[in-house]
């Protein structure tokens, strides 16, 4: 296969957004991005427009660059990518993941996939335009940002509350989704109109401290835990079909009897037991208010019994779920236990956007044309992105990037903040043309 020269120029970009290294630890120290800032501004600089500089803390920088409209009246569309990656543990994988390594096609990295291809790709579409002498009426932005792997904190979130007027759009595009999906009639692109929100929780587990050579009817705070967390994790609430699962699975094609089965509340979860795992794993987070404990301290030396154990436990719920009745639901996980159990919980909404927009239009005309047989399918991000800012902020914001058939969605879902994380050439040429076909389509 002969490889087109913007694939290289896009592989060149992601190979050194890989090397850049802007791991986000979660502290305000970490990640770094000021680093691939300024491999951006440099990249983008040969266009002669002007770019804007966001620095909240030192190091934790942030860019934008814009193609102004000539129609006030016109919409904005965004193009925003992360530039931070999550930390790597070296020994899982079969490479160096800061290498950028460039082989039979394929690049490797951390964030190849999440998501500085997208990042990548976002920028080399936005030069090529803006080389082309592209004039739109509406304006087309383009937005690298610091911290989503740690909330938007000095990213996205700051730049919606302080820099509205720079960064405002009436639409986003931004991480994930466009792996395909085979079905019976060809296949379908996932865009995600929407995420779950978190409620992440605290559990301060209670007993009495006392001496650890007696512990015949203690009151062991460890002992409590270890039931909390068994009962946390066999809790099963009742299957929600909201309105973005249910044309997901209709627009589909999945034999009648597996749609009818993930559209029924009582069925879906045997169905989630029998997919594939990665499918299952999916399906049952988008219909499921989901538990997951995650860390546990407790204990302070070997001959005390612990009077306090701190469990935490990401629990995510589905849109239109309110703090309250996440709250409710475990609860009724605890059962009997709750009465020693404090709970403190951060509530961070789901947000959506509709699937009927001319967004949703100008992608589905878009990839009509790239994709053989494809069709757009809606579906429900489980993680968070940056979308969540602006779709609070009045936003249209999906999901959405394409991904060639040599990425197979097992491989995909794995590869999210894991091993050996890699990205075609093709998959990245397919993005980047996308990108310029819909700025094309929605702007002019
Ligand atoms: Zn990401």
């Not at 934008?64 to 409209?69: M, N």
């Not at 004039?135 to 909330?151: F, H, I, N, Q, S």
């Not at 602006?390 to 879902?413: K, N, T």
Request: aromatic content about 8%.
């Amino acid at each position: 296969m002969s490889v087109p020269d913007y694939d290289l120029e896009a592989v060149d970009l992601l190979q050194q957004l890989i090397r850049n290294a802007c791991v986000n630890q979660g502290t305000v120290e970490s990640g770094h991005e000021v680093r691939s800032v300024d491999l951006l501004e440099q990249y983008l600089g040969t266009t002669g427009l002007e770019l804007e500089r966001f620095e909240p803390q030192p190091g934790r920088a942030s860019l934008l660059a814009r193609i102004e409209g000539t129609d006030p009246t016109a919409p904005t569309l965004l193009l925003m990518g992360h530039t931070d990656v999550v930390p790597v543990n070296p020994d899982g994988w079969s490479r160096d993941p800061f290498s950028g390594d460039f082989e039979d096609g394929v690049v490797w990295g951390r964030g190849a996939i999440d998501m500085l291809n997208i990042t990548a790709s976002q920028a080399v579409a936005f030069r090529r335009l803006a080389e082309s002498g592209f004039k739109p009426r509406g304006t087309l932005a383009y937005l690298a940002v610091a911290d989503e792997e740690a909330l938007g904190t000095w990213g996205a979130h700051w730049l919606v509350d302080h820099e509205w007027d720079f960064v405002s759009a009436d639409y986003v595009l931004t991480e994930t989704g466009g792996f395909q999906l085979p079905s019976p009639g060809g296949p379908r692109l996932p865009v995600m109109v929407g995420e779950k929100g978190t409620y992440w929780t605290k559990l301060h587990v209670h007993g009495t401290p006392g001496h650890g050579s007696q512990p015949h009817r203690t009151d062991n705070a460890l002992v409590k835990a270890a039931e909390v967390v068994l009962r946390i994790d066999r809790y099963r609430p009742q299957a929600q079909i909201g309105e973005v699962w249910r044309r997901h699975v209709e627009a589909m094609d999945y034999p009648a009897e597996l749609r009818e089965a993930f559209l029924d509340p009582d069925h879906i979860r045997a169905i989630c037991d029998e997919l594939p795992i990665g499918l299952g794993r999916l399906a049952y987070s988008c219909t499921h208010t989901t538990f997951a404990p995650t860390v546990a301290h407790g204990g302070t030396k070997t001959n005390v019994i612990p009077d306090h154990v701190e469990l935490e436990v990401d629990i995510r719920t589905l849109p239109g779920q309110t703090g309250d009745e996440a709250r409710a639901l475990l609860l009724d996980a605890l059962g009997d236990l709750a009465d020693y159990v404090d709970i403190e919980s951060n509530d961070d909404g789901s947000t959506e956007s509709p699937i009927d927009t001319p967004m949703w239009d100008a992608l589905s005309r878009v990839t009509a044309r790239m994709v053989k047989d494809s069709a757009l399918v809606p579906f429900l991000m489980v993680g968070g992105t940056d979308n969540r800012f602006f779709r609070r902020a009045g936003s249209v914001g999906y999901g959405f990037a394409l991904f060639s058939e040599r990425l197979a969605f097992e491989d995909f879902s794995s590869m999210f903040h894991g091993n050996d994380e890699r990205v075609d050439a093709e998959s990245l040429g397919l993005t980047e043309q996308l990108w310029r076909a819909v700025a094309e389509e929605m702007l002019t």
